[in-house]
């Protein structure tokens, strides 16, 4: 075979390939959330506040899940209180939408990561055409009310399908609630207990010790709270 011929198919097959990453992945530096970027978003708000009396965040209803509704809106902070969002934001090529935690006492700033949603949204769409065709859930097995594993072979997938975590190097896997997808922190959340310290009380959502300790905030998820044994559990009905 001519090697002009097989070096075309090559660089035709390397750019297929590249262009499958979901946007922004191609830029490495896009993909942390660096703490410099974060402090100087946070100062921006902080002014931004400070000479308007509200913070500068999109639009959210009551549907909007906990750590999502805080979306800071770089329109309203540019050009007066940045120059541009973060090469990070996702506003800017990267993979990270720019959330506030703690509006109601001191403002701070966090990410979601948009490629976990990403991911997520796939799994999903392959459910909806499975309901599509079938009229019904391929359930695994009841987790808690209202909350499912789904089985995955059904879904087409060989292996169960499974998100790398944003916190600790573990892969966490996937349930089906009542509002569709979610990521299942239960790991995570047994390493978090173990690493840092706290002093939860019953019923309190144990989330909370992922934004306290980590740039990102958990996307996709329920509630979690202790159970009698100390460990992480569902909890639904926590809103």
């Known amino acids: 075979m001519n090697k002009w011929f097989v070096t075309i198919l090559l ?6 390939v590249s262009g499958c990453f979901y946007p922004g992945e191609r830029r490495a530096e ?9 402090q100087s978003v946070e100062q921006a708000v902080n002014q ?6 509200v913070l ?6 009551e549907t909007t899940p906990t750590f999502q509704r805080y979306v800071i809106d ?6 007066r209180y940045l120059q541009q969002p973060p090469g990070t934001a996702f506003e800017n090529g990267g993979v990270f939408q720019y959330v506030l935690v703690n509006v109601e006492e001191a403002p701070e700033v966090k990410v979601l990561d948009l490629t976990s ?16 065709q079938h009229t019904y859930l391929p359930i695994a097995e009841t987790i808690d009310v209202g909350l499912f594993k789904l089985e995955h072979e059904a879904l087409g997938y060989r292996e169960e399908p499974l998100i790398r975590s944003p916190y600790f190097d573990t892969m966490l896997p996937l349930l089906y609630s009542g509002d569709g997808v979610i ?4 790991i995570d959340l047994n390493l978090a207990l173990q690493q840092f310290d706290h002093s939860f009380d019953k019923g309190q959502d144990l989330r909370q010790i992922l934004v306290e300790n980590f740039p990102i905030v958990p996307v996709r998820s329920v509630p979690y709270t202790l159970d009698e044994l100390g460990e ?3 909890n639904v009905r926590l809103k």
């Open 11 to 16: 660089l035709i097959a390397l750019t297929i």
């Open 30 to 38: 896009n993909r942390l959330a660096y703490p410099d970027q974060l």
């Open 48 to 53: 931004f506040q400070a000479d308007t009396g």
């Open 56 to 61: 500068p965040i999109k639009n959210f209803d």
């Open 74 to 79: 770089f329109n309203q902070l540019i050009p």
């Open 117 to 132: 949603i990403n991911q997520v949204q796939q799994y999903q769409q392959r459910i909806n055409q499975y309901i599509n």
């Open 183 to 186: 990521i299942d922190y239960r």
């Open 232 to 234: 992480p559990t569902y």
